[in-house]
């Protein structure tokens, strides 16, 4: 069945207009598919990578960087529903500080940037299907923020999920939409082709692009990064932070042993068996932020050479149609990871930057830490960190995991964290005006309400 099953789908893909060369991407992934490749590396296939240039060690000649940005364009990825909270809109729509969502805390840094510069730096969101309205709406916002004729933003590519059991395109007369998905944020390079984007910037004078989440309001545009990877003359570098017990999950780099190249290992290509190698912060000490730099000549060199099939690794998902119910078919949506790009290049590199490059926002607690005073905004948009330790925060899944949930429990406003040092919220608790929290707070699974000015927590021993 299989066969018919890619001749379904390739159809179902022409039919709903999707470009050539992403359906060429999807037959080859649907081949690996086919093959039974799963995409593991297991641990004895790999080197760890412990010796990365760091952040702290480069100086930078302030000419050369004001050249580099003038060369320098923004993508951000935002084709993500924020669905593990409960969303069912574009994450970066919901309101992280003073009012201000996701997008409107990017748009305001780069054009911080650009006022401190004198670049162009334009800003180009990568959507999906499902964020696409939504976020241009937000964007009307600004008149200032499109350069040129370049647009604000390209749209991922689409593509069917397969059912399991046959690998044909499931079909769900429920809701159709559910019938598709993304290919992944490794779609980004196809996506820049199919679009046109990549011939606009590069016809537009532009050489170099800076990639990052839309949920990451951590990477304000850099000329030091811009700079350093320029002067290294890589065609792709990656940002990485040292990793800590609480990093356990990230995905990182390693060399493989076959041919010495960096690669990215995530969670879903680790043999279960292996997982503790994957998640030893000492055997393999930095995480990869999904902060990515790439060359645009190379990166059209290569996509021309490979026809548009950068072939990185498979990443298969299993999932159910819909989502939120579980009885619904099995399928398997075949995604790759933008990160794998790096073992595309010959001389590819990384960096080891500060963890105030990587603030992202993945669950309700996050979101509690970006929203309290243990940060600040500066006249950039910038979070600026205002404590030495971000204090680890652990919100009960079952009263704070969903945003519907979560924001009532706080709608007094957010505890003041600056003293803390873990706060662990193991029931049902409701939060009234001026809570402070310090040292090692536990509040229990009997739940309750945190009474206006309490104060929560004992200090740590020294």
Same mark, same amino acid.
């Given at each position: 069945?299989?066969?018919?099953?890619?001749?379904?789908?390739?159809?179902?893909?022409?039919?709903?207009?999707?470009?050539?060369?992403?359906?060429?991407?999807?037959?080859?992934?649907?081949?690996?598919?086919?093959?039974?490749?799963?995409?593991?590396?297991?641990?004895?296939?790999?080197?760890?990578?412990?010796?990365?240039?760091?952040?702290?060690?480069?100086?930078?000649?302030?000419?050369?960087?004001?050249?580099?940005?003038?060369?320098?364009? %923004?993508?951000?990825?935002?084709?993500?529903?924020?669905?593990?909270?409960?969303?069912?809109?574009?994450? $970066?729509?919901?309101?992280?500080?003073? =009012?201000?969502?996701?997008?409107?805390?990017? /748009?305001?840094?780069?054009?911080?940037?650009?006022?401190?510069?004198?670049?162009?730096?334009?800003?180009?969101?990568?959507?999906?299907?499902?964020?696409?309205?939504?976020?241009?709406?937000?964007?009307?916002? !600004?008149?200032?923020?499109? +350069?040129?004729?370049?647009?604000?933003?390209?749209?991922?590519?689409?593509?069917?999920?397969?059912?399991?059991?046959?690998?044909?395109?499931?079909?769900?007369?429920?809701?159709?939409?559910?019938?598709?998905?993304?290919?992944? &944020?490794?779609?980004? !390079?196809?996506?820049?082709?199919?679009?046109?984007?990549?011939?606009?910037?590069?016809?537009? =004078?532009?050489?170099?692009?800076?990639?990052?989440?839309?949920?990451?309001?951590?990477?304000?545009?850099?000329?030091?990064?811009?700079?350093?990877?320029?002067?290294?003359?890589?065609? @792709?570098?990656?940002?990485?932070?040292?990793?800590?017990?609480?990093?356990?999950?990230?995905? &990182?780099?390693?060399?493989?042993?076959?041919?010495?190249?960096?690669?990215?290992?995530?969670?879903?290509?680790?043999?279960?068996?292996?997982?503790?190698?994957?998640? *030893?912060?000492?055997? &393999?000490?930095?995480?990869?932020?999904?902060?990515?730099?790439? *060359?645009?000549?190379?990166?059209?060199?290569?996509?021309?050479?490979?026809?548009? #099939?950068?072939?990185?690794?498979?990443?298969?998902?299993?999932?159910?149609?819909?989502?939120?119910?579980?009885?619904?078919?099995?399928? @398997?949506?075949?995604? $790759?990871?933008?990160?794998?790009?790096?073992? #595309?290049?010959?001389?590819?590199?990384?960096?080891?930057?500060?963890?105030?490059?990587?603030?992202?926002?993945?669950?309700?607690?996050?979101?509690?830490? %970006?929203?309290?005073? +243990?940060?600040?905004?500066?006249?950039? $948009?910038?979070?600026?960190?205002?404590?030495?330790? /971000?204090?680890? +925060?652990?919100?009960?899944?079952?009263?704070?995991?969903?945003?519907?949930?979560?924001?009532?429990?706080?709608?007094?406003? /957010?505890?003041?964290?600056? *003293?803390?040092?873990?706060?662990?919220?193991?029931?049902?608790?409701?939060?009234?005006?001026?809570?402070?929290?310090?040292?090692?707070?536990?509040?229990?699974?009997?739940?309750?309400?945190?009474?206006?000015?309490?104060? /929560?927590?004992?200090?740590?021993?020294?």
């Amino acid at each position: 069945m299989s066969n018919e099953g890619l001749q379904a789908a390739q159809q179902k893909m022409a039919d709903a207009g999707v470009a050539q060369t992403a359906i060429d991407v999807f037959t080859h992934y649907y081949g690996q598919l086919e093959d039974g490749v799963t995409g593991t590396i297991p641990e004895d296939t790999i080197d760890p990578y412990l010796d990365p240039p760091l952040l702290e060690d480069v100086s930078i000649d302030p000419a050369h960087a004001k050249q580099v940005f003038d060369q320098l364009a %923004i993508i951000n990825l935002n084709g993500g529903l924020g669905t593990s909270m409960g969303l069912d809109q574009a994450k $970066s729509l919901l309101p992280v500080r003073d =009012g201000k969502n996701f997008l409107d805390l990017l /748009v305001e840094q780069v054009l911080a940037a650009r006022r401190g510069t004198g670049s162009r730096l334009p800003l180009i969101f990568m959507n999906s299907f499902r964020t696409r309205e939504d976020t241009l709406a937000v964007l009307e916002k !600004y008149p200032d923020l499109r +350069v040129g004729d370049l647009p604000l933003d390209f749209l991922q590519n689409k593509e069917p999920k397969l059912r399991t059991d046959d690998l044909a395109p499931v079909t769900w007369e429920q809701d159709p939409a559910l019938e598709w998905c993304p290919p992944g &944020h490794g779609d980004l !390079y196809t996506a820049l082709q199919t679009s046109g984007l990549l011939q606009q910037l590069l016809d537009a =004078g532009f050489k170099y692009a800076s990639v990052s989440n839309s949920d990451n309001l951590g990477t304000v545009p850099s000329p030091v990064l811009a700079s350093w990877f320029a002067s290294t003359g890589a065609p @792709y570098a990656a940002e990485l932070c040292r990793r800590t017990p609480a990093d356990r999950k990230g995905g &990182h780099l390693a060399v493989r042993r076959s041919d010495g190249r960096l690669i990215l290992r995530d969670t879903a290509q680790t043999p279960e068996a292996e997982m503790d190698f994957f998640t *030893d912060e000492h055997r &393999h000490p930095f995480f990869h932020t999904n902060n990515l730099w790439f *060359d645009l000549e190379k990166l059209d060199a290569a996509l021309t050479e490979r026809q548009g #099939v950068m072939g990185l690794p498979l990443i298969r998902n299993e999932k159910t149609v819909d989502p939120s119910d579980k009885t619904s078919p099995a399928v @398997y949506q075949l995604e $790759s990871a933008m990160g794998a790009a790096i073992e #595309v290049f010959d001389g590819a590199t990384a960096i080891v930057v500060g963890r105030d490059r990587f603030l992202p926002v993945k669950a309700t607690s996050d979101l509690l830490l %970006i929203r309290s005073d +243990v940060y600040d905004l500066d006249e950039r $948009s910038a979070l600026v960190q205002r404590v030495d330790t /971000v204090p680890s +925060v652990s919100l009960s899944a079952g009263s704070y995991k969903l945003i519907d949930d979560f924001e009532p429990r706080f709608s007094h406003g /957010v505890p003041s964290l600056q *003293d803390a040092v873990t706060l662990d919220v193991q029931g049902d608790w409701t939060f009234g005006a001026d809570v402070t929290v310090v040292g090692d707070a536990v509040l229990g699974a009997e739940g309750g309400e945190v009474p206006e000015g309490a104060r /929560v927590g004992t200090v740590s021993p020294a």
